[in-house]
Each structure stands twice: as structure tokens, then as C-alpha cells.
């Protein structure tokens, strides 16, 4: 059974920077592409950014130029780097797996319980 467990978020003041982990366990192949996603209070959950196996990323627009994601396939551990945070990128953070690289939550299989990020201004 493949578990995602994320962390890392907190409290940061707008401009500020955080970055979001997100471990595997369970046997998820490196192959798998691996999203970040977020969720904010009466909202649908929204894509952030995936990176596949081979390295390729995509962002959604709203976090381009400010937001990274990487992910050491050593270590079964995902990130992202948030920097110039704003407060309209205040949500729960969620990491997922899955075969497909897409940008619609049914593309993954696997969700971890996410982390909150909030940011003041």
C-alpha cells in the first residue's frame, strides 16, 4: 500500500518562502509522476505542479516563476519550493502519485493527508 506523507507547512508572512516534503513509502515506482495540489476553504482542489519520472515538470500558471518542484527518487521524497508566497497561495497542500501525468485529480491514485500553508499579508 503506498503512503504519501507530506510536511513542512507552516505560517509565513507574504514574500516569504516555504518548502513542502513529501515521502513515499509502500513501493510507489519511481515512473510514476507526482503531483502537488492544493485546496482552499470553499474551493475545489486545484492543480500546483507535477514532475514525471524522467524529470519533465509542469505548473499552473498562478504559481510559475515562483514555485519548483523536484523530487529525489533515492530518497522516495517529493518537493516544492514556494518562494514570493502570497497570500491567495494559502491552502492545504496535497502530494499524489500516480501513472498518468496529468493536471485533474483523477490522473493520480495515491493522496497523502496534506499540510496547510497560510500566508498573511
Known amino acids: 500500500q503506498v503512503q504519501l506523507v507530506e510536511s513542512g507547512g507552516g505560517f509565513v508572512q507574504a514574500g516569504g518562502s516555504l518548502r513542502l516534503s513529501c515521502a513515499a513509502s509502500g513501493g510507489a515506482p519511481n515512473s510514476y509522476t507526482m503531483g502537488w495540489f492544493r485546496q482552499a476553504p470553499g474551493k475545489e482542489r486545484e492543480f500546483v505542479a507535477f514532475?514525471?519520472?524522467?524529470?519533465?515538470?509542469r505548473y499552473a500558471d498562478s504559481v510559475k516563476g515562483r514555485f519548483t518542484v523536484s523530487r529525489d527518487n533515492a530518497k522516495n521524497t517529493l518537493y516544492l519550493q514556494m518562494n514570493s508566497l502570497k497570500p491567495e497561495d494559502t491552502a492545504h497542500y496535497y502530494c499524489?502519485?500516480?501513472?498518468?501525468?496529468?493536471?485533474?485529480?483523477?490522473?493520480?491514485?495515491?493522496w497523502g493527508q496534506g499540510t496547510q500553508v497560510t500566508v498573511s499579508s
Open positions: 514532475i514525471t519520472g524522467r524529470g519533465t515538470t
Open positions: 499524489a502519485a500516480g501513472p498518468k501525468s496529468g493536471a485533474t485529480t483523477p490522473d493520480y491514485y495515491y
